[in-house]
């Protein structure tokens, strides 16, 4: 089945600097990546997703880039606010027989100090 | 997006009894919605696929008899956890696919068996 390896574990930025989390997945047949942010308590919010057919795809201050070939993906978070603080989790969607499952990556804390 | 609600938020029960979470589809009619279970500080692990008029899809190692899961209808599934114990307690999160496209979770539900 799919594997995906998120990293890193804990990032720490400054507000205004840039935030960058990188994901690795294992099957090629994969096709949709979602990143989403879950603050202490609260299900996943999706925050940006990229499909397979797209290199980059980018909303405000977020964007995420594609690898298809290295079957890597990235989550950039420019201008980074103390809001921003949460954990970050990366997700691969294969298609076929696995249709609609979601493999998360093992999440990233992200914590932005002002 | 989609509009995910889930019932009750948290819950305390005794060892041995059975606790029902319901997971509500508010704004969208899903045919599939998936449950996830998340120990703290921990990824979202798969428990089950979870489809309107049919038997739920269990993952590896997810014991069907003791978490029973129910797709009635097309906005609403159960999952109902039987004879809890202490390692039951955690922190379970539904889903719902929309149509293959984006997935929205669940504000989730803190089971602590005690």
């Known amino acids: 089945g799919e594997n995906v390896e998120q990293h890193p574990s804990t990032l720490s930025v400054q507000e205004g600097d840039s935030a960058v989390i990188k994901c690795t997945y294992s099957?090629?047949?994969?096709?949709?990546f979602p990143w989403y942010k879950q603050e202490l308590g609260k299900g996943p919010q999706l925050i940006i997703d990229i499909r397979s057919n797209v290199g980059e795809k980018k909303d405000q201050r977020i964007a995420v880039t594609l690898n298809k070939t290295a079957k890597h993906f990235s989550l950039h978070i420019t201008e980074t606010q103390p809001e921003d603080s949460a954990v970050y989790f990366c997700a691969a969607r294969a298609g076929g027989t696995s249709y609609g499952k979601l493999t998360f990556g093992q999440g990233t804390i992200l914590t932005v100090h002002p | 997006g989609a509009v995910v609600s889930q019932h009750p938020s948290w819950v305390i029960c005794k060892s041995g009894t059975s606790v029902k979470i319901e997971c509500r589809s508010l704004?969208?009619?899903?045919?599939?919605m998936f449950w996830y279970r998340q120990f703290p500080k921990q990824s979202l692990m798969l428990m089950a696929t979870?489809?309107?008029?049919?038997?739920?899809?269990?993952e590896q190692g997810v014991e069907k008899d003791k978490f029973l899961i129910n797709h009635a209808s097309l906005t609403l599934s159960t999952l109902t956890v039987t004879s809890a114990h202490p390692e039951d307690s955690s922190f379970y999160i539904c889903?719902?696919?929309?149509?293959?496209?984006?997935?929205?979770f669940g504000p989730g539900t803190r089971l602590t068996v005690t």
């Open positions: 889903s719902v696919d929309q149509g293959g496209r984006e997935q929205y």
């Open positions: 704004d969208f009619q899903a045919t599939t």
């Open positions: 099957d090629s047949a994969s096709n949709y």
């Open positions: 979870s489809n309107e008029g049919s038997k739920a899809t269990y």
